[in-house]
């Protein structure tokens, strides 16, 4: 079926301002990821879902970011009263939660903070 | 906590062999895997290693020791295509919860 998919592509938006992003990850997979990845710079981890498992937040940099998934579907990633430090791309990934643990990429969003 | 090291920078020509080393600290290792990633493009498997040993893949391959925290790819017959960053990446148990952490990248140039 169809991979990864992420909206929207492109976000600008004000400082100060919330931002949703949205992951549809691939249909079955149970695990899901949400990266940051700033220009030039490696994945930064931040939250990780299994199943109907308590989520992984351990990657969440502060308190204004947040994430929900509902069951093994789609995920979406919360940045309340955005900075500019929070530019970037934000990339999910979907993986079938077993075996090699393989993860599927989506896309991503590139965000930027004015 | 958990952290990786690879080479920031590799250059080969053509038709080489390359290969780009990935050094990691971590507790309850679980495995190790390499993703390409394109400009502008999301990252891409490439493989993932368990056990010791050398696993293939075509062109690719890759070698994790576990007993030196150590691993690296292997990319042979170099293609210009093959220019793009390459990041490793270890997941690893850290009390109840799985931590996934990736390398800084090797950004890899292959020259005509």
């Known amino acids: 079926g169809a991979g990864v998919s992420q909206s929207p592509s492109n976000k600008v938006t004000e400082k100060g301002k919330d931002v949703e992003l949205r992951c549809d990850p691939i249909?079955?997979?149970?695990?899901l990821y949400w990266y940051r990845q700033r220009l030039g710079q490696g994945l930064e981890f931040l939250i990780y879902?299994?199943?109907?498992?308590?989520?992984?937040k351990s990657g969440l940099p502060s308190d204004r970011f947040s994430a929900e998934r509902t069951g093994e579907s789609v995920s979406t990633l919360t940045i309340q009263r955005t900075q500019q430090e929070d530019s970037a791309v934000y990339l999910c990934a979907s993986g079938p939660g077993q075996g090699p643990d393989t993860q599927y990429f989506g896309p991503g969003t590139r965000l930027t903070v004015l | 906590g958990q952290s990786l090291e690879q080479p920031s920078e590799v250059t080969a020509v053509e038709g080489a062999i390359v290969q780009i080393n990935c050094t990691y600290q971590?507790?309850?290792?679980?495995?190790l895997s390499w993703y390409q990633q394109h400009d502008g493009g999301a990252p891409t498997f490439l493989s993932y290693?368990?056990?010791?040993g050398l696993e293939e893949t075509g062109r690719f391959s890759s070698f994790l020791s576990r007993s030196d925290s150590y691993g690296y790819l292997l990319l042979q017959e170099l293609q210009m295509k093959d220019s793009a960053s390459y990041f490793c990446a270890v997941r690893s148990l850290s009390g109840s919860a799985r931590q996934l952490t990736f390398g800084s990248g090797t950004q890899l140039t292959v020259l005509p």
């Open positions: 249909s079955g997979h149970t695990a």
């Open positions: 971590t507790s309850g290792f679980y495995g």
């Open positions: 879902f299994q199943g109907n498992s308590a989520p992984d």
């Open positions: 290693n368990a056990l010791d």
